[in-house]
C-alpha cells in the first residue's frame, strides 16, 4: 500500500512546516480521510478512538481554512473537560505555530477576565467546555458571528455528562452557515440525532482499529481483599518497578487516601482529582508529562483523551464500575502503537464488574496469582534504585516547534498606546527582517510579548537594545517561552 503523505494536501508551507517539526510522517488512518473532506468544507461524523490522531485531523484543517486577517473567532473546538480543552488548545496552538494562529481556551474554575481579555485580542479559534464558553457568550465576551467551523470532540462523553442541552445551545448561537465536525468514540443515538439535527449531508468516517488498544496492552487481574489492596499495590510496584505508572481509584477520598499511603512510603508521586483547584489539576498533568515524577494516582479525570507518551504501567486500584471507563482507562498506556501494561484488582464483590468489562472487550482477563515473597525481596533493590532516581525528562510537544523561536519582553503596553502594528514597523525596519519572520504579538497593559522566528531571535534583541520603538528607547528582553 502507498502511504499517503501530508504534502499530497493543500497544505500552506507554515503547516507542513509545523507538522514537521512534531514529526508526524504520516497521515493517520483519521487523517487520510478527514483532511481532504475537512479541507473541502464537508460536514464530517468521526467514530474513532482517542489516539488515533484525531485532534490534528481537524486541527490541521482549521488551520489551513482560517484566514489570518480575520480578527473574530472562525472556529470552534467543544471538548468535555477542562484538561482537554487544554490539551486540544496546544495541539492547535502547535500546528498552527508559524502560521501565528492565535487559540484561546475557555474552561470553568479559571479567571473570566483573563479569559475575556484573551478573547477581546485578534483570536482564531476558541477551544472550550460547554458551561464556560455559554458563560462567554450570553455575557458577550465571545462573538461567535464569525464561526465558520464548529468541532464537537468526545461528542459520547459529553452526551454522558449531561451536555446536551448546553451544546445545543451553543449551536443556535452560531451562523447556520458553517462546517461541522463530529468526533466520537461510539455512536448512541442521541448523537445521530444530533447529527441529523445540525448537520448537512455529513461524511461518514468509521477507523476499525488494526489491532485496537485492548488488544494491544497486556491485562491482568488480581484478587484482592479489600484490606489488602495496599499490601498488593506495594507488593505489584515492587516487582513490575514501571518507569511511569498511573494508580486508578474510583473516588477522591480513596485518592487522597492512596496517594498519602505511597508519599509515607516514599515514591515520587502526585495525585490528580475533581476536587482539587484547577490549577494544582493542570500542573499536575503537566509535570507528569514531563516526567517529573513516577506515580500519578488518579481519578478518571486524567483517564479521557488525556494524551501522554509512554506510560508503562496503568493500574485499576479500583475495577472501574462502567466498562468504557476500563477502556479509556488502560488506553493511557499502548499509544499510537506502543505496547502497554494494565492490572486490575478485583474484590470478591466486583465480580459483576468484571463480566461486564470482559464481555465488553470480548476476552478474558487472565488471573494472576501474587507474587511470591521471594520475588519481591529479590526486586527491591532495583526498585529503591528506580524511586530515588529522577525519571527521564520528557520534553513537551511543542518544545522542538520552539527552538527556533524567541519570545521578546518590551517594556510598554496598551497604557502607552503601544499596538501590533508598531512592533511590526520597527521589527521590519530591521536589516533582514521581513513580517514572515515575527509570531504572536500579545500586547498587554503595560507590557508586550512578540515572538521572533526562524531562529532570528538572538540578531533581533541585540538590534532592540538601541532602537526606538515607537519614537522612544524601550527595555527589551528575552521572556520564558
Ligand atoms: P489524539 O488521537 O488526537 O489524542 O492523538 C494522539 C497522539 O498522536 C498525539 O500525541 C499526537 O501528537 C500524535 N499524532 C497525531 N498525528 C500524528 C501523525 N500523523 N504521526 C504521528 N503522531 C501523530
Given at each position: ?11 500552506s ?23 481532504p ?7 464530517i ?11 490534528a ?9 482560517v484566514?489570518?486577517?480575520e ?9 468535555p ?8 488548545q ?8 508559524f ?58 462523553e459529553?452526551l ?32 445521530e ?41 506495594r ?38 482529582h ?23 494516582v ?5 483517564a ?7 506510560i ?5 486500584y ?23 501494561r ?15 468489562i470482559?464481555?465488553y ?40 516547534l ?14 502607552t ?14 536589516e ?14 503595560v ?17 532592540l537594545?538601541?532602537?526606538n ?13
Amino acid at each position: 500500500m502507498i502511504k499517503s503523505n501530508f504534502k499530497d494536501y493543500q497544505l500552506s508551507s507554515e503547516i507542513l512546516k509545523a507538522i514537521s517539526m512534531l514529526n508526524f510522517e504520516s497521515p493517520t488512518k483519521v487523517q487520510e480521510q478527514v483532511i481532504p473532506a475537512a479541507l473541502e468544507d464537508k460536514d464530517i461524523i468521526v467514530k474513532s478512538q482517542t489516539g488515533s490522531g484525531k485532534t490534528a485531523a481537524f486541527a490541521i484543517p482549521i488551520c489551513q481554512l482560517v484566514d489570518w486577517d480575520e480578527n473574530k473567532p472562525q472556529a470552534l473546538v467543544i471538548v468535555p473537560t477542562r484538561e482537554l480543552a487544554i490539551q486540544v488548545q496546544e495541539d492547535i496552538f502547535n500546528i498552527g505555530r508559524f502560521k501565528r494562529i492565535k487559540v484561546a481556551a475557555l474552561y470553568g474554575k479559571s479567571p473570566f477576565y483573563i479569559q475575556e481579555k484573551e478573547l477581546k485580542q485578534k483570536t482564531h479559534v476558541v477551544v472550550g467546555t460547554p458551561g464556560r464558553i455559554i458563560d462567554h457568550i450570553e455575557r458577550g465576551t465571545f462573538d461567535t458571528s464569525n464561526i465558520k467551523y464548529l468541532v464537537i470532540d468526545e461528542s459520547d462523553e459529553m452526551l454522558n455528562m449531561g451536555f446536551v442541552d448546553d451544546i445545543e445551545t451553543i449551536i443556535g448561537s452560531l451562523p447556520k452557515k458553517r462546517v461541522t465536525m463530529l468526533l466520537s468514540a461510539t455512536m448512541p443515538k442521541d448523537i445521530e440525532v444530533l447529527c441529523t439535527k445540525y448537520m448537512k449531508q455529513p461524511i461518514h468516517v468509521e477507523i476499525e482499529e488494526e489491532s485496537s488498544s485492548a488488544d494491544r496492552i497486556s491485562q491482568e487481574r488480581y484478587a484482592v481483599d479489600h484490606n489488602d489492596k495496599i499490601k498488593l499495590l506495594r507488593d505489584i510496584t515492587i516487582v513490575e518497578n514501571p518507569d511511569s505508572c498511573i494508580i486508578f481509584c474510583n473516588t477522591k477520598q480513596k485518592v487522597d487516601e492512596v496517594y498519602d499511603e505511597l508519599t509515607n512510603l516514599k515514591y515520587t508521586c502526585e495525585k490528580i482529582h475533581g476536587g482539587m483547584e484547577q490549577r494544582d489539576r493542570l500542573r499536575v498533568m503537566k509535570d507528569f508529562k514531563q516526567g517529573y515524577f513516577r506515580y500519578l494516582v488518579a481519578t478518571d479525570v486524567a483517564a479521557r483523551g488525556i494524551d501522554i507518551d509512554n506510560i508503562s504501567l496503568v493500574i485499576n486500584y479500583d475495577i472501574p464500575q462502567d466498562r468504557e471507563s476500563y477502556v479509556h482507562r488502560i488506553g493511557r498506556t499502548g499509544r499510537i502503537s506502543r505496547e502497554g501494561r494494565a492490572i486490575t484488582f478485583v474484590t470478591r464483590y466486583e465480580g459483576k464488574f468484571l463480566k461486564d468489562i470482559q464481555k465488553y472487550i470480548g476476552k478474558e482477563i487472565p488471573l494472576k496469582e501474587r507474587p511470591e515473597e521471594e520475588i519481591i525481596n529479590n526486586s527491591k533493590q532495583e526498585f529503591v534504585e528506580k524511586i530515588n532516581s529522577s525519571p527521564e525528562f520528557k520534553e513537551t510537544k511543542g518544545a522542538p516547534l520552539d527552538k527556533e523561536i524567541m519570545k521578546l519582553h518590551i517594556n510598554a503596553g496598551k497604557k502607552t498606546k503601544m499596538r501590533p502594528v508598531d512592533i511590526v514597523g520597527t521589527l521590519c525596519s530591521i536589516e533582514g527582517m521581513t513580517a514572515e519572520d515575527i509570531g504572536i504579538i500579545n500586547v498587554l497593559d503595560v507590557s508586550t510579548f512578540v515572538e521572533i522566528l526562524n531562529n532570528k531571535g538572538e540578531m533581533v534583541f541585540q538590534e532592540l537594545q538601541n532602537k526606538n520603538i515607537k519614537g522612544r528607547p524601550r527595555k527589551v528582553s528575552k521572556a520564558e517561552m
